[in-house]
């Protein structure tokens, strides 16, 4: 299990946002014992699990691809809906324009420096021969929702 998903579990936002920023795993599943059952979720999906949509928009903002589950993308696959999206429909809506709305190019890229740099983002940003506001930009990775 990633440190990740106790922190979406609680609904921690501030310990969310932390583990963002220092490139926490978005799609690596852990296993989740609720009441006796044991599941394996990505963050993602337990955040959608638990009704945590505002999470399930971080993690989407830190570049986890929406627009691979068919129900947020093709309006007529409605069976595959989570039970708690398809009690929230304004969240389902709000879900499907993200996951029907790529992130900009100089998101996609900045999402994919951070990743390959992997850990110890401070000092190996400092050594890339960028102008200082795109190493800014890449140390201070703001959520766009």
């Keep these: 299990m990633t440190p990740i998903l106790p922190a979406v579990g609680n609904h921690d936002l501030s310990s969310i946002n932390l583990l963002l920023e220092y490139n926490s795993p978005l799609y690596l599943p852990g296993r989740v014992i609720r009441r006796r059952e044991e599941f394996y979720f990505d963050p993602y999906e337990l ?5 945590f949509f505002d999470v399930v928009e971080l993690l989407h903002a830190y570049g ?3 627009s691979k589950y068919s129900y947020l993308t093709d309006p007529m696959s409605s069976r595959d809906i989570p039970a708690t999206l398809r009690q929230d429909e304004c969240s389902l809506k709000r879900l499907g324009q ?4 790529p992130h900009s190019l100089c998101r996609i890229t900045t999402l994919f420096i951070r990743n390959v740099l992997k850990k110890k983002l401070h000092d190996k940003i400092a050594t890339l021969p960028l102008p200082p506001s795109i190493q800014s930009d890449l140390l201070n990775l703001a959520p766009v929702l």
Excluded: F, P, Q, T
């Excluded at 993200?98 to 709305?101: D, G, M």
């Design 47 to 51: 955040a959608v699990n638990r009704g």
């Design 98 to 101: 993200l996951a029907s709305n």
């Design 64 to 66: 986890y691809n929406l």
